[in-house]
C-alpha cells in the first residue's frame, strides 16, 4: 500500500516540523490539496507553499488540484516541485489533452472524480493516464465522513484495469482512517491519501504505518 498523507490537516504555522515527521515516516508520497475557491468551496495554499516545501524531502509530490482551468497551471505546478499532478475530470473540458500535457511535462498524470462522477466515465481515459484519484467525500474540506459507495467504484474499476493488463493505480482520498484501510486495499486500492487520521492522531508516525501495513 502506498501511503499520501494529506498536508491539509498539518499545522501552517509549523509546516518544516511536519514535513520533517513525513519524511522521516513510512509515508510514500506528500499529498497536497489545492484548491481555487470555485471547483470547490473552499481555498487551501499554492504554489510558493509547495515550492518551499519541496527541498525538504525526496519523496514524491502528489499534487491534487480542485482548480477550474487546471491546464493554464501544469508547468508552474512543475517548477514547484510536483512529481504528481492530478486534474478533476469535472474541472477539464479537454482532458484528454491536459493529461497529454502533463505526461510531456515528465509528471506522473492523474484524473480525480467527485462522488458523483461514476468510474465508467473514464473509460476513453484510462489508457493514457497513469493514477485515479476517487474522491470518497465531496471535495473541498478535510475530516468529512467516508462515503461507503466508494467500495463499488474501487471494485469497479479494479476489474476494469485488471481485465486491460493497464499500470493503472487506484488512489482514494477523504475520510480515510485506521477502521476502512483494510476494506479499501481489499477492494482493490493501491494509495490510501490520509489527512486528519494521520495528523489529528496522538503519534502521526505510528498511524501511517499502520496504514501502510495494513494488509501484512
Ligand atoms: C479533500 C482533500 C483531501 C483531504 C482529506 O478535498 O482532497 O485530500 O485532505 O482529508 P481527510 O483525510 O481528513 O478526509
Ligand atoms: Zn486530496
Redesign the pocket.
Known amino acids: 500500500m502506498i501511503i499520501s498523507p494529506?498536508l491539509?490537516?498539518a499545522n501552517f504555522l509549523d509546516l518544516q516540523t511536519d514535513c520533517k515527521m513525513l519524511d522521516e515516516s513510512e509515508a510514500d508520497w506528500f499529498?497536497l490539496?489545492v484548491m481555487d475557491g470555485r471547483f470547490?468551496n473552499n481555498i487551501s495554499y499554492g504554489l510558493p507553499v509547495i515550492q518551499q516545501m519541496r527541498p525538504t524531502t525526496k519523496k514524491l509530490f502528489d499534487v491534487?488540484l480542485?482548480i477550474e482551468e487546471p491546464e493554464k497551471y501544469t508547468e508552474a505546478f512543475r517548477k514547484a516541485g510536483a512529481d504528481i499532478l492530478t486534474v478533476h475530470f469535472e474541472a477539464c473540458r479537454h482532458l484528454h489533452r491536459n493529461i497529454q500535457q502533463i505526461k510531456e511535462m515528465g509528471m506522473v498524470a492523474g484524473v480525480a472524480i467527485n462522488p458523483h462522477t461514476p468510474v465508467q466515465m473514464l473509460q476513453d481515459i484510462l489508457e493514457e493516464v497513469d493514477l485515479v484519484l476517487i474522491?470518497s467525500?465531496n471535495?473541498?474540506?478535510?475530516?468529512?465522513k467516508f462515503i461507503p459507495h466508494t467500495y463499488n467504484k474501487i471494485r469497479t474499476l479494479r476489474q476494469r484495469i485488471d481485465q486491460l493488463g493497464l499500470p493503472v493505480k487506484i488512489e482514494i482520498?477523504?475520510?480515510?482512517d485506521l477502521n476502512n484501510a483494510r476494506q479499501l486495499a481489499e477492494a482493490g486500492a493501491h494509495v490510501l491519501?490520509?489527512?486528519?487520521?494521520v495528523f489529528h492522531s496522538p503519534d502521526p508516525k505510528a498511524t501511517i504505518s499502520a496504514l501502510k501495513h495494513i494488509t501484512d
Open positions: 494529506s491539509l490537516a499529498h490539496d470547490v491534487h480542485m474522491m467525500v471535495p473541498g474540506f478535510g475530516g468529512q482520498d477523504g475520510g480515510v491519501v490520509a489527512g486528519s487520521a
